[in-house]
């Protein structure tokens, strides 16, 4: 199962391996696993695969407990950080990398399933879906995924990042809400503005991944 952080070509920033070298993003990645290796069934693989899809950093999770971290340096998927990763944000790279790291983990974590299983959402941008090559259903699960994928990484910020995560984590909304228009499947941003952040963020003794399904499992299913 194949899921996208950037999985659309749009914006094209000024990112390639040369301001962004592919280490600096594979030792910000293999920092993230360690902090949030005790959230997942296996400790992942993180592997630099040449792909010919337009994202650079992506999940393949296995429903054994698997999970593969890739990071693609694919020139045209390398200027995809250029979306996010801008002139004017620089100081904050890679806290930004980390939050992206931290959102491809949340696409290994076992509460990820049992989010989609459990909670149902009502989204008017996902009907009318069919036609699209996916079906509602689909697209449903898709957007449950990113979702839960993108409140570990607003958890992360908030946990891991410092002074610094409560910026990542109103940027990484922001963001989100920018490119909602672009694919109803990756559109989390309204979601997201609904979350109880206190929830999520309130115990830090408490598993992350629990922290958010829990926040998740809290927040009204319908934007109808
Ligand atoms: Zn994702």
């Known amino acids: 199962m ?3 952080l950037l999985s659309l070509a749009f914006g094209l920033g000024h990112i390639d391996t ?7 993003v ?3 990645v293999q920092e993230v696993k360690t902090q949030l ?3 997942l069934p296996q400790a992942p693989s993180v592997v630099i695969m040449e792909r010919a899809e337009p994202t650079p950093l992506g999940a393949i999770s296995y429903l054994s407990g698997r999970c593969v971290i890739f990071i693609n340096p694919n020139p045209q998927a390398w200027a995809q950080w250029g979306r996010f990763l801008k002139s004017d944000n620089q100081a904050q790279w890679d806290q930004i990398l980390a939050a992206s790291a931290a959102h491809e983990m949340g696409h290994c974590m076992r509460e990820n399933r049992e989010f989609v299983a459990q909670v149902q959402l009502q989204d008017p941008q996902l009907r009318g879906f069919s036609g699209t090559g996916l ?5 449903e699960v898709v957007l449950k995924q990113e979702l839960f994928a993108d409140t570990v990484a607003l958890a992360y910020a908030n946990r891991y990042l410092g002074e610094q995560g409560a910026s990542v984590m109103q940027w990484l909304i922001e963001t989100r809400e920018k ?7 990756h559109a989390t941003g309204r979601w997201l ?3 109880d952040l206190g929830k999520l963020t309130g115990d830090s003794t408490q598993p ?7 926040t998740l499992k809290a927040m009204p299913t319908n934007q109808g």
């Open 208 to 214: 992350l991944s629990k922290a958010v399904l829990q």
């Open 2 to 4: 194949l899921s996208f």
């Open 193 to 195: 503005r609904t979350l």
């Open 135 to 139: 079906s509602a259903a689909r697209a």
């Open 26 to 28: 594979m030792r910000v």
């Open 37 to 39: 290796v005790q959230e």
């Open 179 to 185: 490119y909602d228009q672009n694919d109803p499947t």
């Open 18 to 24: 040369d301001n962004l070298p592919v280490d600096r």
